[in-house]
C-alpha cells in the first residue's frame, strides 16, 4: 500500500465550477498536510496546509481533513483555466519528522 | 530574492554514462531534499541534508546514487553508469526550519538513452 494515494484523474471541470480532489494516507499517525499545485514543467508550490481535522479556507480553495478516515481533500470553487496543474498531496508523520511523503498528484484541466 | 536553483534544466546522456545534478538552494536554508518524479508517479524521497548532520540516505535507489553537500550550501547528485529507469525529472527543495515549507527548484530533466 502507497503511503499516500490520489486519483491521478485527469480530472476535467468547466470554468466555474469545483474541482474536488481526495488523497488518501497509510500512517494513522500522520499529523501535518499539504496541497502542492505543479504547472506544466515547473516546480510544485505550496498551496495548502492543514492541521486539524475539519476545513480550512483561503480565498478559492478549501481543505478537508478527516483524521478518523484517513482523508485529506481539496475544494478549488469557481475554477478558472489557470488552475489547470497537478496538484501534489503531500503528508508528514510526525511533528518533528522531516520527510514528506507525496502522491502521485491529480492533473485538473479547467475548461474555458 | 533568488529561489532554489537546479542544473542543468536538461540533461541527456548514454546509458552507462555518470552524470551530476546540481542544487544551489536558498540562501539561508539549513535542509536540503532531493526528490525524483517519475512519469505518472508521485515525489520519491532520495536525500536530506540538515546542516552539519550526518545526512539520511534512506531513499537513494541505488549505490550508483550518491550526494554530497559541500559547506551547508550547494549540492551535487551523483548518479553514476546512468540506467534507462533513471531517467524522471529530480527534484531539489529546501527550507529554514521544519515548520517551514519546501521551496522546489525547477528540477533537472534526466533522460538516459
Known amino acids: 500500500q502507497k503511503e499516500v494515494e490520489q486519483n491521478s484523474g485527469p480530472l476535467s471541470v468547466p470554468e466555474g465550477a469545483i474541482a474536488s480532489l481526495n488523497c488518501t494516507y497509510s500512517d494513522r499517525v500522520s499529523q501535518s498536510f499539504f496541497w502542492y499545485r505543479q504547472y506544466s514543467g515547473k516546480s510544485p508550490e505550496l498551496i495548502m496546509s492543514?492541521?486539524?481535522?475539519g476545513d480550512k479556507e483561503d480565498g478559492r480553495f478549501t481543505a478537508q481533513l478527516n483524521k478518523a478516515s484517513q482523508y485529506v481533500s481539496l475544494l478549488i470553487r469557481d475554477s478558472q483555466p489557470s488552475d489547470s496543474a497537478t496538484y501534489l498531496c503531500?503528508?508528514?508523520?510526525?511533528?518533528?519528522?522531516?520527510?514528506?511523503?507525496f502522491g502521485a498528484g491529480t492533473t485538473v484541466t479547467v475548461r474555458a | 530574492g533568488a529561489g532554489v536553483s537546479q542544473s542543468p534544466s536538461n540533461k541527456v546522456t548514454e546509458k552507462g554514462k555518470d552524470v551530476e545534478l546540481r542544487c544551489d538552494p536558498i540562501?539561508?536554508?539549513?535542509?536540503l531534499y532531493w526528490y525524483r518524479q517519475s512519469l505518472g508517479q508521485g515525489l520519491e524521497f532520495l536525500i536530506y541534508f540538515q546542516g552539519n548532520s550526518a545526512p539520511d540516505k534512506s531513499g537513494l535507489p541505488s549505490d550508483r546514487f550518491s550526494a554530497e553537500r559541500t559547506g551547508g550550501s550547494v549540492s551535487t547528485l551523483t548518479i553514476q553508469r546512468t540506467q534507462q529507469e533513471d531517467s524522471a525529472v529530480y527534484l531539489c527543495?529546501?527550507?529554514?526550519?521544519?515548520?517551514?515549507?519546501?521551496?522546489f527548484g525547477n528540477g533537472t530533466r534526466l533522460t538516459v538513452t
Open positions: 540562501s539561508g536554508h539549513t535542509a
Open positions: 527543495a529546501s527550507r529554514p526550519d521544519l515548520n517551514s515549507p519546501l521551496h
Open positions: 492543514i492541521y486539524s481535522n
Open positions: 503531500a503528508v508528514k508523520a510526525r511533528s518533528n519528522d522531516y520527510k514528506l511523503s
